[in-house]
């Protein structure tokens, strides 16, 4: 075995390990971890894996890399079998994988330019993820990710273009932009073109591309020109995906958050008037320090209200140097209860959602033999060939997603 790639956390970092696969390819016996530093369970599975593959290749060279790795490099360079530490900018340098090449981490804060990189496959993916936006100017309390990631950095249109065109030209039916923060892509460029302007111009050049979708954005920073394609673009899917956190407004002020309760509930509102049908998703933190249960019940309301179907919840972790930290905690035991509480409540509106598609069309890609997702992103079994888009109609649904047929 020449190069395997752990990768862990968000879609960057599935992008960006595709980079690393591209320039490490010459080397042998080497095991690359891609470490992701948003709660202290996504750094423990990293060391537990690291652990797990110093005992099973002994002699392999244990390369480790990424957010929690740019923010503690000695604590990872300690493990055994670790050979070298990399930053998340030397990281994607080809010559940091030359034989030979030492450990080097950077000072991420003094970013200042995001290095755009040609790739073509996504390896066991039939769903291309492409970087349009690095680092995070923004300050939540909560958030570990800017001393990681450094300062925001938004990738020319010319270079999205190029990499789009090279993806579906590799047959990639459907692309994400992805990033940290990419609702607050392109004031850094000339123009300051913002994130609709962008879209627009990359569907208008890159016609072939059959589905676009975005990963999660702020909802304080959906811009016009977004709002306009969301609710007249086809190819942009109906799906979004929102970082909201939390639907007190107490708790969104001590996380130094941008939006208030109403503002998730006004865009969540728009995006269905102007896109009947969307399928929302929501980022949200259980637990978060000073949270009383009369708060966290005003969160848990708001799931049920707006009755989105995709949550995404995070237990509070602390993350040592960020004012949460240093606030007063609620209890491991009831952050973990309240998380349960907040999935229960999305799971029921998932089986809403999923009731209400029986009987419809859809837009499925194929991702497996027998499963893959609709534009919605609602994960879907369905007998297809893996990377095949294909009309479906929806047979029936279950807890987990839906059942279909070619149409």
Known sequence: MSVEILTFGCRLNTYESEVMRGHAAALTDTIIVNTCAVTMEAERQARQAIRRAHRERPDAKIVVTGCAAQISPESWSALPGVSRVLGNIEKLRPESWREGAGSAVSNIMAARETAAHLVTEFAGRARAFVQVQQGCDHRCTFCVIPFGRGPNRSVPIGAIVEQVRALVANGYREVVLTGVDIASYGPDLPGAPSLGQMVRRLLAMVPELSRLRLSSLDPAAIDD???????????????????????????????????????????????????????????????????????????????????????????????????????????????????????????????????????????????????????????????????????????????????????
């Open 225 to 407: 020109d977004l709002w306009a394609l969301i609710g007249g673009e086809e190819r942009l899917l109906p799906h979004l995906h929102l970082s909201v956190q939390a639907a007190s407004d107490l708790v969104l002020k001590r996380m130094r958050r941008r939006h208030l309760r109403a503002d998730a509930v006004a865009v969540i509102a728009q995006a269905r008037a102007l896109r009947p049908g969307i399928a929302i998703g929501a980022d949200l933190i259980a637990g978060f320090p000073t949270e009383s249960d009369d708060l966290f019940a005003e969160t848990l309301a708001f799931v049920r209200e707006t009755e989105i179907p995709f949550v995404h919840v995070f237990p509070y972790s602390e993350r040592p140097g960020t004012p949460a930290a240093r606030m007063p905690p609620v209890p491991v035991h009831v952050r973990r209860e309240r998380a349960a509480r907040l999935r229960a409540a999305g799971a029921d509106n998932a089986r809403a959602f999923y009731a209400s598609q029986v009987g419809r069309d859809a837009s499925v890609l194929a991702e497996s033999d027998s499963a893959g997702h609709t534009e919605h992103f609602a994960p879907v079994r369905i007998a297809a060939a893996a990377g095949t888009l294909l009309r479906a109609r929806i047979v029936g649904a279950h807890d987990g997603g839906l059942m279909a047929e070619a149409a």
